[in-house]
């Protein structure tokens, strides 16, 4: 009897101070014993959580189902539910009956292993849409030729070319998905140098120029702050500058032809922060805070022709890759923007160290 007793003191104090989720109910399934985490989810105090039933106190069915299958069977029993403000958080249950006629549920969170599940469903059916828009249109395209519908050869080229350009944009898709897992699974190793700001800005000039070129915008190199000290950035070269082109080529595709896409930089005692400025359609204010999501679009018809150059429409990771490859260099990226009168995007990115 007293081994009895001191087992139970034990398990009493294990429900009320552990930070692990136990509650003991009785056979009319009204709580005797919770820890913490339990009040916490319940928002009472835990002085008031016995005597009551686990539906007045957490208002979970799923909860008090497996209590009572636990209840009525020799066996284990398992489940899930979600619990806390706006049933926030998700748990794994298992109750097992006691000899006393009552049952001790054990509830793990597996909040995080659920929001893991949502982002890969939304994944795939993100990927699945980008996926199938080009293909459905390649097929109809070479359903069309192979049927003998097109007899000059002038119709024929043409239909060739629109195949050409799907092509083109599930080959860009294909490069943006395999560059996007490659940064956020950590494989791209950074080579990080000391880079002269006024270089990255030139580089990334030249680039983008062509491209402006063909839409019939002008791209504008700022003039750099007067610096004393001359500062240099601490960046990876390719990288820095393939965040910069992704978003150059924004700055084109969403510009009106005769605009004028402007690049600058400028220092803080911590930070180089580039800027691609542009004076085109503008983003939304209840969209800013999400463009730099992956597969995110605030419209998916806001490229500018883009039903006549589906590779222009993009696929929504661009800005994605954009963020991932500041935060590895250590910086952030951001956007200011009025719809209508153009955007102003910039990433932020450490300051090398003087010589």
Do not use: C
């Not at 700001?197 to 491209?211: F, H, N, Q, W």
């Not at 963020?323 to 995007?345: D, K, L, M, N």
């Amino acid at each position: 009897m007293a081994e009895r007793a001191v087992a139970g003191a034990a398990f009493e104090a294990l429900l009320r101070h552990s930070r692990t989720l136990l509650i003991v109910v009785d056979h009319r399934l009204r709580i005797r014993s919770a820890g913490p985490v339990a009040a916490e989810l319940a928002g009472r105090p835990a002085d008031a959580l016995p005597g009551m039933s686990l539906i007045a106190a957490l208002g979970s069915v799923p909860l008090d189902a497996v209590a009572r299958e636990a209840l009525a069977s020799a066996e284990p029993a398992v489940g899930e539910t979600e619990l806390g403000h706006r049933a926030s958080r998700s748990f794994s249950v298992e109750g097992l009956r006691l000899p006393d006629g009552g049952v001790v549920l054990s509830l793990s969170e597996i909040s995080a292993l659920r929001r893991a599940e949502r982002v890969r469903r939304d994944f795939m059916a993100n990927i699945s849409h980008e996926l199938r828009t080009p293909l459905t249109s390649i097929k109809l395209l070479a359903e069309t030729v192979a049927d003998g519908a097109v007899d000059d050869g002038a119709s024929a080229r043409d239909f060739a070319v629109q195949i050409e350009r799907e092509v083109d944009h599930l080959a860009q898709l294909v490069d943006e998905l395999l560059d996007l897992a490659r940064i956020e699974s950590g494989e791209v190793s950074l080579t990080i140098a000391p880079l002269r700001p006024s270089d990255v800005i030139a580089r990334l000039a030249e680039r983008i120029g062509p491209m402006a070129d063909r839409q019939g915008m002008t791209v504008r190199v700022l003039p750099p702050p007067a610096e004393p000290d001359h500062p240099m950035v601490a960046g990876d070269a390719e990288r820095l500058g393939q965040a910069l082109l992704n978003l150059a080529h924004n700055a084109v595709k969403y510009s009106h032809r005769g605009g004028e896409v402007r690049l600058a930089w400028s220092a803080t005692e911590a930070a180089v922060r580039f800027e691609v400025a542009d004076d085109g359609i503008g983003i939304p204010e209840a969209h800013r805070s999400r463009i730099f999501e992956r597969f995110y679009k605030v419209d998916r018809s806001r490229a500018r022709d883009a039903a006549a150059e589906p590779e222009r429409a993009g696929a929504g990771l661009g800005l994605a890759i954009v963020r991932h490859i500041a935060e590895g260099h250590g910086g952030s990226v951001g956007v200011r923007s009025t719809h209508g009168s153009g955007s102003t995007f910039w990433v932020d990115v450490p300051r090398a160290p003087h010589p």
